[in-house]
């Protein structure tokens, strides 16, 4: 067998005379200066037996398998890049900012009851305070849209009303109120989860049946124009005030 391999590599220049003179060990370390070839070559005395377009052929299949396998270790190094934010992460300014104003805003709504404290009503309702929760700690998010919060509180409140006067206080009024405003929102696009809530306030709220459809406008309405000011001196803050 040895024989044989020395006869098939090319360059080697042994023969069976020269193997009788020089020696078998002599052979062998000339083939092991040799360059390797594949099994394939060695089989074929060094020859390919393949057609120019094969061997091209063979080659662009090659590279689409290296330029796959060099893709994929792309993606798995810009993957391991990838890292989830912390909380430990979170600035202090990105924690501070939103409380404070969250605290102002119920310190202003707070004053306005004060004004509006005759009339029996109050704009401090718990729709608002998840408002507030929306506009300042996610002020990008969609439910804190202008377009979408106004026709949504409006409307919403609007179905609440409509609701208590065909079927009257109890669970069917609150059912068909919640009901129509999911359809509502999802027919005018206007994806603002508080305002879900403010039917099943008035329905369950006494104090704000005098209202009628003025409850449209107030409280949710009018609370919403006094958050979203505040919230624009909260983004101010973040964007420009950062420790």
Not at 10 to 26: E, F, H, K, N, T
Not at 187 to 193: C, K, L, M, R
Not at 223 to 240: F, P, R
Request: a positive charge; charged letters at 10%; glycine letters at 10%.
């Amino acid at each position: 067998m040895a024989l044989l391999q020395c006869q098939s590599l090319p360059g080697i220049g042994c023969s069976g005379i020269a193997l009788a003179r020089a020696g078998v060990q002599q052979c062998l370390a000339a083939a092991s200066h040799a360059p390797l070839l594949p099994p394939l070559l060695r089989a074929n005395g060094g020859r390919t037996g393949r057609s120019p377009a094969s061997v091209k052929a063979g080659n662009a299949i090659g590279f689409g398998r290296r330029g796959r396998r060099d893709l994929r270790v792309v993606a798995e190094a810009a993957a391991a890049k990838v890292t989830p934010v912390s909380p430990g992460g979170v600035s202090i300014s990105d924690v501070l900012w939103p409380s404070a104003g969250a605290f102002l805003a119920m310190a202003a709504l707070g004053k306005l009851d004060q004004v509006v404290a005759y009339k029996g009503v109050s704009l401090t309702i718990a729709p608002l305070g998840a408002v507030c929760c929306v506009l300042f700690s996610a002020p990008d998010s969609p439910a804190a849209k202008k377009y979408n919060m106004f026709v949504a509180q409006i409307g919403c409140a609007a179905l609440g009303v409509l609701a208590l006067s065909l079927f009257g206080p109890g669970w069917l009024a609150r059912g068909a109120a919640l009901s129509a405003c999911i359809a509502f929102m999802t027919i005018t696009g206007a994806t603002h989860p508080p305002a879900a809530s403010l039917p099943l306030l008035f329905i369950d709220g006494p104090k704000f049946h005098n209202l009628q459809f003025w409850y449209a406008l107030f409280p949710g309405a009018a609370g919403c124009v006094v958050l979203c000011l505040i919230q624009e001196v909260v983004v101010y803050l973040k964007k420009n005030f950062k420790f």
